[in-house]
């Protein structure tokens, strides 16, 4: 199982940004994919944007397009939500989920394939508020 830890939740006005952090490792895969979803109040968890440890493709929902960039760093082995422009429908728990296959990874998070899929690991979380 994958050990994943998020970081850099918090509370912003509209308008401002904000930049999420995630840590996963797992020594039994050689390459661990990374996704970032959220969860606002009483709604299901959505996909927001992935990126492949491989060879560096994205996949990113069309309502934070132009909005919120995903990268990762190689050498601090983190990958980066940047979300610029916030909303107050951005307001929710962010998770990160990482798993060593890239398929259901950008399938789940562009809303596609089978949600019974289990990926390697998920984070506790950060919250993120967006007030008017």
């Known amino acids: 199982e994958a050990q994943v830890a998020e970081s850099g939740g918090g509370l912003v006005q509209a308008g401002g940004s904000l930049r999420l952090s995630c840590e996963a490792s797992d020594k039994s895969l050689i390459y661990i994919h990374v996704g970032w979803f959220r969860q606002a109040p009483g709604r299901e968890r959505q996909g927001i944007a992935a990126i492949n440890d491989e060879d560096g493709r994205i996949a990113i929902t069309d309502s934070v397009k132009g909005r919120f960039t995903i990268s990762k760093d190689n050498d601090e082995k983190k990958v980066y939500l940047q979300m610029d422009h916030l909303q107050p429908e951005d307001t929710g728990v962010y998770y990160c989920?990482?798993?060593?296959?890239?398929?259901?990874?950008?399938?789940?998070?562009?809303?596609?394939?089978?949600?019974?899929?289990?990926?390697?690991?998920w984070g506790q979380g950060t919250q993120v508020t967006v007030s008017a």
């Open positions: 989920a990482a798993d060593g296959a890239w398929g259901p990874l950008h399938d789940r998070v562009l809303g596609l394939g089978s949600f019974a899929y289990q990926f390697d690991g």
